[in-house]
């Protein structure tokens, strides 16, 4: 490939897995160029090193149905969630077995406490979520995985996905050819993320700057610099990224103003803070507390983080509790629900059963955000016969979403491989006091990962960014 060399290698590693044909070849590299060309970036191992984001050479087959019933039912979610958040009582009785059998889920509720519970919440809460789908190939429906409510990530890079996609498809096709492109959506992530946070940043009265808590080890940096780039440019808001340490070390508050450095920071966006491998030491909950203390607006709250929780999903799924909630939307919304069953108290005793008469039917939950937490099929079986427990867990099904065969590249590395999908949509949500001000879907995302993978997981090498091509 005169002039591309170095762009792509095919099965560099000489296990004979990736051998594609030519044109299959020439598509990955004009993937590969794309993607650095437009900045679809992530680093690498080395210091200083960079390399294009995983992601597949075209969009996967996604029935358009099932992605508009996933799009329209979206933004009840973040409503949802929302109110739940809100119910001190609700939240405490639905967490407590977590609380007492899960140290993380125990520390961030000390968090929420002791920034003084409901009443230490500044009153307004701003949102960019991901609720996740995979297509269920029996129904045919899309049936929810989870919400996240905190650390959402994509939005960036997952436009950029669809621009490639978009753009490979006119190259693919010849002169005379023109693609039909409405079957790639449009993904304006990118935009509705950073337009949400600066529509928060400006409720707050555009206070400083804005600060994004980071991990020390980004890999996914550039999806994050892509949105402080974007408010940047459009609304003139500076952003300043820090590690929760950071905070730690060099964040105070001032008359309940949260300043860094010296600077006033009037909105807080998490990016970091999720996982308990985030705080190493005391120092990194004393940020975590410091920043929920202060008058800036946090995305999201810790009690939104919390409402994130897997178990608060599973209790939502309970006759009568979504109901509650979201009395106008509830019959729509359950549509998507997969079955989910505690693990705690009596009931427990039957989802423990249920889970031991067919592992593979099912997939068992620890409260854990990120990946890499849950448990299949045997080590599911060893999980349940071992007893003792298990309020901290929640059993869900397994969802059987159907497979394709995806030509993908990481790291310059071509691979034909059979794959899953599993749908994410955005949803850009800003609550000011009573009033939802913003509520609406907020671009997609395509994650698609080996057949053989339980997972997936973009970063932990699993999976790729993708998007959809409707049929
Ligand atoms: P996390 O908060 O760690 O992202 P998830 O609930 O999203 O946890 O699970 C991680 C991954 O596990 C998902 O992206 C999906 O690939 C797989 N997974 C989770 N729940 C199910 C399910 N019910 N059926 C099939 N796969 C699932
Ligand atoms: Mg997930």
Not at 188 to 204: F, H, I, P, R, S
Request: proline residues 4%; contains cysteine.
């Amino acid at each position: 490939m005169a002039g591309d060399r170095g762009l792509v290698r095919e099965d560099g590693d000489g296990d004979g897995d990736g051998a594609v044909d030519a044109r299959s070849r020439a598509l990955a590299v004009e993937t590969v160029a794309y993607a650095v060309e437009s900045g679809l970036m992530i680093g690498g191992d080395v210091a200083g090193t960079f390399t294009h984001a995983p992601v597949s050479c075209g969009p996967t087959p996604f029935p358009r149905d099932a992605y508009e019933l996933a799009r329209e039912t979206s933004p009840g979610f973040a409503e949802l969630y929302d109110r739940v958040s809100r119910d001190d009582e609700f939240l405490r009785e639905t967490l407590r077995g977590a609380i007492k059998n899960d140290d993380f889920t125990a520390a961030l509720w000390r968090v929420y406490e002791e920034s003084g519970g409901q009443e230490g919440r500044v009153g307004t809460e701003v949102g960019v979520l991901r609720s996740d789908y995979m297509l269920d190939a029996p129904s045919g429906l899309p049936l929810q995985v989870e919400v996240n409510t905190v650390s959402t990530s994509f939005m960036a890079l997952g436009s950029k996905v669809s621009d490639m996609h978009r753009h490979l498809a006119k190259w693919s096709a010849n002169n005379d050819e023109v693609p039909d492109l409405s079957a790639i959506p449009e993904n304006d992530a990118l935009a509705c993320a950073g337009d949400t946070l600066a529509a928060g940043w400006k409720v707050m009265g555009s206070k400083g700057k804005i600060m994004m808590v980071v991990q020390p080890q980004e890999r996914n940096m550039f999806d994050q610099r892509h949105i402080a780039q974007y408010m940047f440019e459009r609304y003139g808001v500076h952003s300043v990224r820090a590690t929760l340490a950071e905070v730690n070390a060099e964040g105070a508050l001032r008359d309940g103003t949260l300043t860094f450095r010296g600077d006033d920071i009037g909105l807080v966006y998490f990016r970091a803070g999720y996982t308990p491998t985030d705080y190493p030491t005391q120092g990194e909950w004393d940020a975590r507390l410091l920043i929920e203390k202060s008058d800036a607006l946090k995305s999201p709250s810790v009690a939104m983080h919390l409402a994130g929780s897997k178990k608060i999903q599973q209790k939502l799924a309970e006759a009568g509790v979504l109901e509650k909630f979201m009395p106008e939307k509830a019959a729509d919304m359950r549509r998507v629900f997969a079955g989910l069953y505690s693990l705690d108290g009596d009931e427990g005793t039957e989802a423990v059963k249920l889970g031991l008469a067919n592992p593979a039917g099912y997939v068992l939950k620890p409260q854990r955000e990120g990946g890499g937490n849950n448990l299949y099929s045997e080590e599911l079986r060893e999980r349940l016969e071992q007893g003792g427990d298990l309020g901290a867990f929640i059993l869900m099904q397994r969802i059987l979403p159907p497979s394709h065969q995806t030509l993908t590249v990481r790291a310059g590395k071509v691979l034909e491989i059979e794959t899953l999908s599993e749908l994410g949509i955005f949803g850009s949500y800003l609550r000011v006091g009573d009033e939802i001000v913003m509520n609406k879907h907020g671009g997609h995302l395509l994650r698609t990962k080996a057949a053989s993978s339980d997972e997936g997981g973009v970063a932990a090498g699993y999976a790729v960014l993708d998007s959809p091509l409707l049929v």
